[in-house]
């Protein structure tokens, strides 16, 4: 049963290959770093701003998962600050942690474009900052990195949404990782702060969650349904059909 269950979760994955939109041939340093001008430039939006984007990983890894980051500007800033994690700097010894100052925050990450997680704009955006930078800093795992099943760059960018409820950010099925809380943690938050969760080592769990829905995890490959979007989400595809999302502007009087 529980074989079969894996390989029906496995064709979602499969058909991300077979559907062509990777690509696998490309070496990593001749990709685009193009922006996709989902960021409003900083010259024409003089309130703050606070985005999370996701994208593909490099080559065969993407059938699985993303890449996730969280860009924030206030008010008045000439410029973006981003915050992710890098996986190798971490096996090297280092700050796995990569936090750095650029003009478009939305650039596709070697190739993949990046799929626009949150959006926040005005005075709560600036509140956000607040409590984003003190999330950052206090974020346990910055020394270790694991692909599978966390921590990694996806553990990351839940951990800071769980100290932030107010991001109220909704994860998609492929940020693998997002379910890691730790080697003693087994409840905690969901990474949108609108319900609960249940997890082994990210290996295995359940969240209910307003945002979230109903979503089990099995090794990784999350799959459930959220009512909240009508949508079901999918390993491999993620939310299908995917839900736009809008920018959460400062409340009016």
Do not use: C
């Amino acid at each position: 049963m529980l074989l079969a269950l894996l390989a029906l979760l496995m064709l979602g994955p499969i058909g991300v290959l077979a559907s062509g939109k990777l690509d696998l041939d490309t070496p990593w340093y001749m990709t685009s770093r193009q922006s996709t001008r989902q960021a409003p430039s900083p010259a024409q939006e003089s309130g703050a701003v606070v985005q999370v984007y996701g994208a593909r990983i490099v080559r065969w890894r993407g059938a699985f998962g993303i890449h996730p980051w969280i860009a924030v500007k206030r008010a008045g800033a000439a410029h973006y600050t981003t915050y992710h994690i890098v996986g190798w700097r971490a096996r090297r010894g280092g700050d796995a942690l990569v936090t750095s100052e650029v003009d478009a925050p939305d650039v596709q990450w070697f190739g993949a474009d990046p799929q626009l997680l949150a959006d926040h704009r005005g005075a709560h955006a600036e509140a956000l900052i607040d409590q984003i930078e003190t999330a950052v800093a206090a974020y346990p795992w910055r020394d270790s990195y694991r692909l599978w099943p966390g921590p990694n760059s996806n553990t990351f960018v839940a951990w800071v949404a769980r100290q932030v409820p107010g991001l109220r950010l909704d994860l998609p099925p492929t940020a693998i990782g997002k379910d890691y809380l730790g080697p003693t943690t087994f409840i905690d938050h969901a990474p949108s702060g609108t319900g609960w969760q249940l997890s082994l080592l990210g290996l295995a769990g359940v969240t209910v969650a307003r945002d979230e829905g109903l979503e089990l995890n099995l090794l990784g490959l999350a799959f459930g349904i959220d009512v909240d979007d009508m949508t079901l989400r999918v390993p491999g595809f993620g939310r299908v059909p995917q839900p736009r999302t809008t920018p959460l502007l400062e409340p009016e009087g």
